[in-house]
């Protein structure tokens, strides 16, 4: 089983940046197919995958909506997962998830994603 503790969020102001941490334990997280997304969600939609990356190595994806404004990185030392956010936008204003799960390939749909950590929220 895999857990994961997101940290980080909170009010940002315009234009400004802030990073979300994701924290991961569990018997996964050491196979070379373990990948880590992030994930926001408005109420009433469903989840917008905005990034990921293979826990054990450097190759992203990320969606169109956050391109050249998000990263993502991973410290496999540490196992934690971060997604810098700069150039804030009131349309960012969401509750955010990090999400894991073993795959071949870096999925951004929130149905091929199995383990979930809470919710954070970031306010613009």
């Known amino acids: 089983r895999v857990q994961l503790v997101p940290s980080g969020g909170g009010s940002v102001p315009s234009g400004g940046s802030t990073t979300l941490s994701c924290e991961i334990s569990?018997?996964?997280?050491?196979?070379?197919?373990?990948?880590v997304a992030w994930f926001r969600q408005l109420p009433g939609n469903k989840r917008e995958g905005l990034a990921a990356i293979w826990m054990r190595g450097q190759s992203t994806t990320y969606a169109d909506s956050v391109k050249g404004r998000f990263t993502i990185a991973q410290d496999s030392a540490t196992y934690t997962t971060y997604l810098q956010m700069n150039s804030l936008k009131p349309e960012d204003t969401a509750t955010y998830y990090c999400?894991?799960?073993?795959?071949?390939?870096?999925?951004?749909?929130?149905?091929?994603?199995?383990?979930w950590g809470p919710g954070i929220q970031v306010r613009h």
């Open positions: 569990g018997q996964f997280y050491r196979n070379d197919h373990f990948c």
């Open positions: 999400a894991a799960e073993l795959r071949s390939w870096l999925p951004l749909s929130q149905y091929e994603y199995m383990s």
